[in-house]
């Protein structure tokens, strides 16, 4: 049973840098993708970037250029590092794993999710 928890999130300004975490821990999957979704109220839960085993790396069109995933396996830890961040990233950020290899960015693709941690950017 997979276990994702984020930690990371909190208010920033427009223009500034944040930086996500996501420990997990139950994985046994030989092949997995892992990724960051966001949401917010009233809105579908959006892919912002999704990262394979092999480090193969996929972004939303509205962070490329922005955010950047990253993923530490001897410790189990992934991350996404936000860059020049603007008030429409504000949103609840979820770390997702899929047992599989990475395909389509959406979240009905994933079957692990953390709790989700606040961004704010103002």
């Known amino acids: 049973h997979v276990q994702l928890v984020e930690s990371g999130g909190g208010s920033v300004q427009a223009g500034g840098s944040l930086r996500l975490s996501c420990k997990y821990s139950g994985y046994t999957f030989s092949g997995n993708c892992m990724a960051w979704f966001r949401q917010v109220p009233g809105k579908e839960r959006e892919g912002v970037a999704s990262?394979?085993?092999?480090?193969?790396?996929t972004y939303g069109d509205s962070v490329k250029g922005r955010f950047t995933i990253s993923k530490n396996s001897a410790n189990n830890t992934l991350i996404l590092q936000m860059n020049s961040v603007k008030p429409e990233d504000t949103a609840m950020y979820y770390c997702?794993?899929?047992?599989?290899?990475?395909?389509?960015?959406?979240?009905?693709?994933?079957?692990?999710w953390g709790q989700g941690t606040q961004v704010t950017v103002s």
């Open positions: 997702a794993a899929r047992g599989a290899r990475c395909w389509l960015l959406v979240h009905s693709q994933f079957n692990g």
């Open positions: 990262i394979d085993i092999d480090g193969g790396a």
